[in-house]
């Protein structure tokens, strides 16, 4: 995400989610879990899309319930075409979960008691509005058993049509 609005979900993160669950700054997941065998095909992958694809448009269009969380929705025709490009590439090697349809969304909660994540709902509800969110680039990330790491990082580079 762009600077502003990386500060803004990252902030909400640290003041409501879990310490010690909350291993990664926010972000918005295209896919859950990649074969790490993938790595480097991914890799390349990223490169492509990055060179020829411009700044996806986005919006963030609600603030809803987790149940034991919260999260915003993220609408982006773009980014969904991003994460179809990748699902086509490696179509026979993704999860169940990764199959179904994609629900973009950054959480800011996750994990805590049903009452708690009520209240930061309607606290968060009360005065959000629709707005975009600038998308600045694409990540893969290894999942280390609770802190990630990051495995590589692209800027999108392509012309605005």
């Known amino acids: 995400m762009g600077a502003a609005d990386q500060r803004y979900f990252d902030a909400l993160r640290r003041a409501h989610f879990p310490p010690e669950r909350n ?3 926010a972000h918005i997941t295209l896919f859950h879990h990649l074969p790490p065998s993938l790595l480097e095909e991914l890799a390349a992958l990223f ?3 990055a060179a020829d694809t411009p700044p996806p448009r986005a919006a963030v ?3 809803y319930s987790l ?3 919260v999260a915003f929705r993220i609408d982006s025709p773009d980014l969904i075409a991003i994460r179809a490009r990748i699902a086509d590439r490696f179509a026979g090697l993704l999860t169940p979960q990764d199959q179904a349809a994609p629900r973009l969304h950054v ?3 996750n994990k805590v008691a049903p009452p708690e994540a009520r209240a930061l709902l309607a606290e968060l509800a009360r005065d959000f509005r629709p707005r ?3 998308i600045t680039g694409i990540a893969a990330h290894h999942y280390r058993g609770g802190p990630w790491e990051a ?3 692209r800027n999108f580079r392509g012309p605005r049509t």
Request: glycine share 10%; no cysteine.
């Open 132 to 134: 975009p969110v600038e």
């Open 67 to 69: 149940g034991r969380g």
């Open 107 to 109: 959480t800011v909660q």
């Open 47 to 49: 490169r492509a899309i």
């Open 151 to 153: 495995a590589f990082a």
């Open 61 to 63: 269009s609600a603030v």
């Open 23 to 25: 291993y990664l700054s």
